[in-house]
């Protein structure tokens, strides 16, 4: 910093500040000028980097599909000089480039003390290991607390860039990484609650909700979403023992999985809704059938789960049977028993997703799961996972079926590989295959703190061993 | 804007709003949204027009010579909608252009109570005629009391658009037409110190002073303007009678004096100052020797009559023979008695610049000087004034050689014209031959609002007769 005070830009010159970590804040910065009068405004044009793509490649032209108003730039006009400039939109950043559109001849700018106003409510990391396996461990687990802790603002946004929105998927792993760090549990409540107040009028929650100007609905339900509310609201409640909270959301949670019910045959198969959609993952070529019928089982149970520690069994005792019915249908009709792996849809596809669902719904027992798991895993023509959302359901799926040293080491390799690539912070979507790949038709509209990436820290600080009270 | 607000707008769609007036001020209006659900921020151009062309033809590419942070554009984002929008920064427009760059596929934007904060320190016009002689004339007023009230803000601005700055020679014109208007007399005293308190370190006031953040000299000094900071002070002691001001003003004005008078040889010829500058007008071929020859003369004689009212004949005493010496210069070197006009440099130009200037120092006899006047207007190789500051000179001195017709008429050619090509305010440069002429290199950065342009009111409203005081 001291360095470039003592730097003139003129038009058309830039440079770019590199922070040092991952900041979600307001960008500050103090402009003078230099020369021999300053008689006309400076224009700036400010590039936001998560990481160093974003400002040393161009953000335009910008072909991507989400909408170009995401991209991090801003242009920025200061009428008179020195003056103190605080960028009043909230961005996420650990670069800054600073292009210099134009002074005047008669002055140059200069830029001092620029810093970023850090926000976040996640508080103090209280749930910091005394040590770790090895330094790859501990990066891990600063990344991923890292990227937990700027996720964290009035809600549990998906990505402080871009949605900056609160999603049921991201919230229920944020949680999880929450319990064994922040611990800031009124925020988790809070969402319960965003979530809770917003639904459609039939029942179901949608698969995010606005915060901003005012709490609003989303657009779109997705089943496997909605149905882990429960699951969340479960989790929520181990951590905190909030019986109150747990009573008063449980029809919200019991809705859910009663709505989706309405999507299985009579044969105990989910079948796809007319107007609702599933997600699982963003890999477009992943059939979802087996998947999401892991989805239901698994959110059965836990909803199961949690009527029993409210003392709510009586309401809850009606889906031991369609759970039956469900694992029935995917054994029969999904299992592969000569592959060992679960198929999914009509062209019988293998993939990372229907393993994991399957194992984490508890269809096999523990070694026929961990040995789908493993057998996956090692197919190269099986459909992989796009995004860490579903790369945390593997390793969870992993854990569950006892396989503890494939859970490790496919951390290490996948978000491990991202460390080892620079990250700050974990990204929404990784395919080591093809790091420039997009959900979005553009890397340049990727967020690289992504909330659902967050989770490592959660195996790493639970032991990759199952929690307390899992099945 | 009924109209407007049922409208809905995607991206790259545009709409022009048009105030109907020119105001300056702060743009401000409501941005919603409507479709299935604003889930992006917008992104919004805001392109703001004094003219048509501003918001009709492209900013861009642009190759003037000033700072192109002068363009009249912004880049806004919208985070959340609805919002209500306030552009922190002042504008001077009577269109915006509202270019809607990005909205999603999910929303359109829709726009609402769009409305300007607009800003003036003028007040009430207490000078108003209750009759013109015709539409035009007063038309012609009202445009000049709207270009004076909107350059009137802390301080008189010679544009409100560009360069929104306090120059010496705006400031006198603006404060005579401010005498037969808003009568705003704290404004000109502040004016008035603004330079006094500037002064370079040899006492020169300079053409221009800054007064954001924080009031600092300009970097010019231009001897014509420096010169006739003593006619300011006249002025405003006449207009006023606030002795206090004009005493303690006084060295500064006489200062200017003695400091030019340096630049007269000792045959009472003015000689182009080693690094001091003179302006007069910004057309290009104009040769200046015989305008500054004049206002020199006509300067040192408004001190003169300053010192006269100030009771304060014995420091001007001396400049009696100085004058005379001038005097005797021009009329031997520089009058044509041939054509019977003035001529200036080795090249002995004839132009409007130099019978103006020297009508007003009294060089000549009035008829005589009536005469010059009358035929350079007719001389079609004579060089013409660019902009309005010096159209105001020639008129001035048609009055001032009692050729009263001939000023009526000159405003109504020039200024009427600017009016009859729609006009709400007058502009800093309009050459009949060439609308789009600028002194800058491209229209896209004229000031279509400028100080030195409001002067027809005053000499509407004081009858085009001299006015008390002069000589």
């Given at each position: 910093?001291?360095?470039?005070?003592?730097?003139?830009?003129?038009?058309?010159?830039?440079?770019?500040?590199?922070?040092?970590?991952?900041?979600?804040?307001?960008?500050?910065?103090?402009?003078?000028?230099?020369?021999?009068?300053?008689?006309?405004?400076?224009?700036?044009?400010?590039?936001?980097?998560?990481?160093?793509?974003d400002v040393a490649e161009p953000?335009?032209?910008?072909?991507?599909?989400?909408?170009?108003?995401?991209?991090?730039?801003?242009?920025?006009?200061?009428?008179?000089?020195?003056?103190?400039?605080?960028?009043?939109?909230?961005?996420?950043?650990?670069?800054?480039?600073?292009?210099?559109?134009?002074?005047?001849?008669?002055?140059?700018?200069?830029?001092?003390?620029?810093?970023?106003?850090?926000?976040?409510?996640?508080?103090?990391?209280?749930?910091?290991?005394?040590?770790?396996?090895?330094?790859?461990?501990?990066?891990?687990?600063?990344?991923?607390?890292?990227?937990?802790?700027?996720?964290?603002?009035?809600?549990?946004?998906?990505?402080?860039?871009?949605?900056?929105?609160?999603?049921?998927?991201?919230?229920?792993?944020?949680?999880?990484?929450?319990?064994?760090?922040?611990?800031?549990?009124?925020?988790?409540?809070?969402?319960?609650?965003?979530?809770?107040?917003?639904?459609?009028?039939?029942?179901?929650?949608?698969?995010?909700?606005?915060?901003?100007?005012?709490?609003?609905?989303?657009?779109?339900?997705?089943?496997?979403?909605?149905?882990?509310?429960?699951?969340?609201?479960?989790?929520?409640?181990?951590?905190?023992?909030?019986?109150?909270?747990?009573?008063?959301?449980?029809?919200?949670?019991?809705?859910?999985?009663?709505?989706?019910?309405?999507?299985?045959?009579?044969?105990?198969?989910?079948?796809?809704?007319?107007?609702?959609?599933?997600?699982?993952?963003?890999?477009?070529?992943?059939?979802?059938?087996?998947?999401?019928?892991?989805?239901?089982?698994?959110?059965?149970?836990?909803?199961?789960?949690?009527g029993d520690v409210l003392d709510?069994?009586?309401?809850?005792?009606?889906?031991?049977?369609?759970?039956?019915?469900?694992?029935?249908?995917?054994?029969?009709?999904?299992?592969?028993?000569?592959?060992?792996?679960?198929?999914?849809?009509?062209?019988?596809?293998?993939?990372?997703?229907?393993?994991?669902?399957?194992?984490?719904?508890?269809?096999?027992?523990?070694?026929?799961?961990?040995?789908?798991?493993?057998?996956?895993?090692?197919?190269?023509?099986?459909?992989?996972?796009?995004?860490?959302?579903?790369?945390?359901?593997?390793?969870?799926?992993?854990?569950?079926?006892?396989?503890?040293?494939?859970?490790?080491?496919?951390?290490?390799?996948?978000?491990?590989?991202?460390?080892?690539?620079?990250?700050?912070?974990?990204?929404?979507?990784?395919?080591?295959?093809?790091?420039?790949?997009?959900?979005?038709?553009?890397?340049?509209?990727?967020?690289?703190?992504?909330?659902?990436?967050?989770?490592?820290?959660?195996?790493?600080?639970?032991?990759?061993?199952?929690?307390?009270?899992?099945?």
């Open positions: 910093m001291d360095a470039l005070a003592q730097r003139t830009f003129n038009s058309g010159d830039s440079f770019i500040v590199d922070f040092g970590n991952h900041y979600t804040g307001y960008l500050a910065f103090h402009v003078g000028w230099s020369g021999k009068s300053s008689d006309a405004p400076v224009r700036l044009r400010l590039t936001f980097g998560e990481v160093p793509g953000l335009y032209p910008y072909k991507g599909w989400l909408s170009a108003s995401w991209l991090p730039d801003e242009i920025v006009n200061v009428d008179f000089l020195p003056q103190q400039v605080r960028v009043p939109r909230r961005h996420a950043f650990r670069f800054v480039k600073i292009d210099v559109i134009a002074t005047s001849d008669n002055f140059s700018a200069t830029f001092s003390d620029i810093s970023v106003g850090a926000v976040s409510s996640a508080g103090v990391d209280r749930g910091r290991p005394a040590r770790y396996d090895s330094p790859l461990w501990r990066d891990i687990d600063k990344v991923s607390i890292r990227t937990l802790h700027e996720c964290m603002q009035t809600s549990f946004e998906d990505g402080p860039r871009r949605d900056r929105r609160l999603w049921v998927g991201d919230l229920r792993l944020q949680a999880l990484t929450n319990y064994v760090s922040f611990g800031n549990h009124d925020l988790v409540r809070r969402c319960l609650y965003l979530f809770a107040g917003l639904q459609r009028d039939d029942g179901y929650i949608t698969a995010c909700v606005y915060e901003q100007p005012a709490p609003r609905i989303g657009e779109v339900v997705l089943i496997d979403y909605a149905v882990l509310y429960g699951s969340i609201l479960l989790d929520y409640y181990r951590a905190t023992k909030d019986k109150q909270t747990a009573l008063e959301l449980w029809p919200i949670a019991k809705r859910q999985i009663d709505l989706a019910l309405k999507n299985v045959n009579e044969k105990g198969m989910f079948t796809a809704p007319e107007k609702d959609f599933v997600f699982i993952d963003w890999q477009e070529s992943l059939d979802k059938q087996a998947a999401i019928q892991g989805v239901m089982i698994y959110s059965c149970r836990q909803l199961t789960a949690l709510l069994s009586s309401e809850t005792d009606a889906y031991a049977a369609g759970i039956e019915k469900m694992i029935r249908a995917a054994t029969r009709d999904l299992f592969d028993a000569r592959q060992g792996v679960f198929i999914s849809g009509k062209n019988r596809q293998v993939s990372w997703a229907s393993q994991a669902w399957m194992a984490l719904a508890g269809v096999l027992s523990q070694p026929l799961a961990a040995a789908s798991l493993t057998k996956v895993m090692g197919m190269p023509a099986a459909v992989r996972p796009l995004t860490p959302y579903l790369y945390h359901h593997m390793v969870d799926a992993l854990v569950a079926s006892g396989a503890r040293a494939e859970a490790r080491r496919l951390v290490e390799d996948y978000w491990g590989r991202m460390v080892n690539a620079g990250a700050d912070t974990f990204w929404e979507a990784f395919d080591p295959q093809n790091p420039s790949a997009s959900p979005y038709g553009s890397k340049q509209i990727n967020s690289y703190c992504h909330a659902w990436s967050c989770t490592p820290s959660y195996f790493i600080r639970t032991g990759f061993a199952k929690t307390k009270g899992d099945k």
